[in-house]
C-alpha cells in the first residue's frame, strides 16, 4: 500500500502504557490531524513515526516498507516542530537550502529549489534577509519550506502553529492545508486545537489514553462521535441519559419522549445532541419540560440555557431564529430522533 500504516504501536515506559495498539493507515496524499487532550500519546505516537522513538510493540510501514529500525535521516521526512530551530544566525535561503547543502546538492539546483519554495509560500524575493528579521508567521512558513526542500515522503508537523497568535494561526491553518493538497504530500500533525484539526485534515485521529477513541473524517466525528468523550470533546454537545423500556418507550432525564429510538436491545444509553440541533418551543407537545436559566447573546450567536431535571443543556441559535424566551419562563425541549447520536454504554 502506498502510504503510512501502523500496526499495533505500542510505546511503553517502564511500566507505564504511553500508546497502546494503535491501527492506523493514513493513505498517500492525506492529510491527518492526531487530536486529544494533553498526555494522551500524540506526539510519542509522531515520534515513533519520525523514528525518534522505536515501539516497544508493533511495526510501522512506510509505502510498504517496513521502517520501524530505520534511522530517522534515513525515512525521507520533513519536519516542523512548535520551537521551528530556525538557524538564525542564516538568511532565509540558507535556512531552507540547508537540508539539501548537507545532501550536497549542486550550488544550483539549491538556488532553484529555493526560490520554489519561497514561491510556494509566498515569500519570494526574502532569500537574503536574516531569519531574525521576519515576523511569526514568515518564520512558520520558512520552516515548512525548509522541513519541504527535500521533498519529502512523509510531512509531519507538532504543534506548528501554537505559538501564532489566534488570528495568524487561523490563517496558516488554511495556507498549511492549501501547500499540502498542492504538492499532494502525505502529512501528520500532532494538534490539542480542534478547530485546527477541523480546518486541515481528511482524516482526524482523537486519542486518549494512549488509544485511538476514533479516526474519521472532520464532518464524520463531529456528526457521529464513536462515544461520549469524542461526542464531548469535539465541539461542545449536550449528553443526555435515557432509557428504554422493554416496549421500547424511551425516557430522556426521565421524561418520556416520542420518536427516539434507542435502538433493539439497548435499554440504557446517553444521548448527544450538538447545541445547534436543539429546538425551543411552548412546553408540551412530546417535547422534554425544562425552564430558562440563562441567555447569552454573542452577537453572532444567542446560547439559551436550559435547566432539565437538574441537569443544564444548551440550545445556540442565530439571531434570526432567535428563541423568545426570558430567564424563568418554562419552555419545551424538541429532540429530533435525527439529531439525537445514541452512544451505547
Ligand atoms: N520519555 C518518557 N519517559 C516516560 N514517560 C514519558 C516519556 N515521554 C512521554 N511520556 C509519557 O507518556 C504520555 C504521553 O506523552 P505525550 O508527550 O505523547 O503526550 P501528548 O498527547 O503529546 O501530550 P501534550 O499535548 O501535553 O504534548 C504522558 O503521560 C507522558 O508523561
Known amino acids: 500500500m502506498s502510504g503510512l500504516a501502523l500496526n499495533n504501536v505500542t510505546k511503553e515506559f517502564g511500566t507505564f502504557t504511553a500508546v497502546n495498539n494503535v491501527e492506523l493507515t493514513v493513505p498517500h496524499g492525506t492529510f491527518v490531524c492526531m487530536l486529544g487532550p494533553s498526555g494522551c500519546g500524540k506526539t510519542t505516537l509522531l515520534r515513533m513515526i519520525a523514528g ?14 517496513d521502517i520501524t529500525h530505520v534511522p530517522t535521516h534515513k525515512r525521507n521526512l520533513g519536519m516542523v516542530f512548535q520551537s521551528l530551530a530556525l538557524f538564525p544566525h542564516l538568511t532565509v535561503g540558507e535556512n531552507i537550502a540547508y537540508p539539501l547543502r548537507i545532501r550536497g546538492a549542486p550550488k544550483e539546483d539549491q538556488k532553484k529549489r529555493v526560490d520554489e519554495l519561497l514561491a510556494m509560500i509566498h515569500l519570494s524575493g526574502y532569500s537574503d534577509r536574516p531569519v ?45 492545508r492549501q501547500l499540502q493538497q498542492q504538492l499532494g504530500i502525505t ?21 486518549k489514553g494512549g488509544e485511538i477513541r476514533q479516526a474519521a473524517s472532520p464532518i464524520e466525528i463531529y456528526r457521529r462521535p464513536a462515544d461520549t468523550f469524542v461526542a464531548d470533546f469535539i465541539g461542545s454537545t449536550n449528553l443526555l441519559e435515557a432509557e428504554a423500556d422493554s416496549t421500547g418507550h424511551v ?47 454573542l452577537g453572532g450567536t444567542i446560547e439559551t440555557f436550559v435547566d432539565i431535571a437538574g441537569r443544564q443543556i444548551v440550545a445556540v441559535s442565530t439571531p434570526r431564529a432567535r428563541p423568545e424566551v426570558t430567564v424563568g ?16 454504554k
Open 52 to 65: 525518534l522513538d522505536l515501539p516497544t510493540g508493533g511495526a510501522i510501514n512506510l509505502d510498504g516498507e
Open 132 to 176: 531574525s528579521k521576519l515576523s511569526g508567521g514568515q518564520r512558520q512558513r520558512v520552516a515548512i519550506a525548509r522541513a519541504l526542500a527535500i521533498s519529502p515522503k512523509l510531512f509531519l508537523l507538532d504543534e506548528p502553529l501554537s505559538a501564532l497568535d489566534a488570528k495568524l494561526r487561523e490563517a496558516m491553518q488554511v495556507e498549511l
Open 187 to 207: 502529512t501528520i500533525v500532532v494538534t490539542h486545537d480542534q478547530r485546527e484539526a477541523m480546518t486541515m485534515a481528511d482524516t482526524v485521529v482523537v486519542m
Open 251 to 297: 425516557t430522556v432525564l426521565g421524561q418520556p419522549v416520542s420518536g427516539v429510538s434507542l435502538g433493539a436491545d439497548t435499554r440504557k444509553a446517553t444521548l448527544s445532541i450538538r447545541p445547534e440541533d436543539i429546538h425551543l418551543t411552548a412546553p408540551g407537545d412530546g417535547a422534554l419540560s425544562g425552564t430558562v436559566t440563562f441567555v447569552r447573546d
Open 329 to 344: 419562563q418554562p419552555v419545551g425541549v424538541v429532540l429530533l430522533p435525527d439529531v439525537c447520536v445514541v452512544l451505547a
